[in-house]
């Protein structure tokens, strides 16, 4: 069974950290790219970060970028979203996604395994 499990949402402070997980089983790691998503009530899911399909640069939205980095533990399954220098615009639920290898559009309608999603919460 393919599945998705994202961990380590929360409650933090604005300039705050925290760093998501996303573990994968029920399918062949390598074979695919995990990105990070966001979604907030009444806007559609947008990418956050997404891996580089050829070890070149990773894809990061303009407002996390130089404060997000999506890292990949291939040993573990596992893909990270370290995000620092929170804000309460981040604010959403976050998801991880897979997408075939080969794929380089970070946009979820190019995605074919999601998770639950995890929430995060940037407050004072």
């Known amino acids: 069974e393919v599945q998705l499990v994202e961990s380590g949402g929360g409650l933090v402070q604005p300039g705050g950290s925290l760093r998501l997980s996303c573990a994968a089983s029920?399918?062949?790691?390598?074979?695919?790219?995990i990105g990070w998503f966001r979604q907030v009530p009444g806007k559609e899911r947008e990418g956050v970060s997404c891996p580089s399909s050829t070890g070149g640069t990773a894809y990061y939205a303009g407002s996390v970028k130089g404060r997000f980095t999506i890292s990949t533990d291939n040993a573990k399954d596992t893909v990270y979203l370290q995000m620092n220098s929170l804000k309460p615009e981040d604010t959403a639920v976050y998801y991880c996604?897979?997408?075939?290898?080969?794929?380089?559009?970070?946009?979820?309608?190019?995605?074919?395994?999601w998770g639950q999603g995890t929430q995060v919460t940037v407050s004072s």
């Open positions: 996604a897979a997408q075939r290898v080969g794929t380089s559009t970070c946009h979820p309608a190019w995605f074919d395994y």
């Open positions: 029920g399918f062949r790691f390598v074979d695919y790219n």
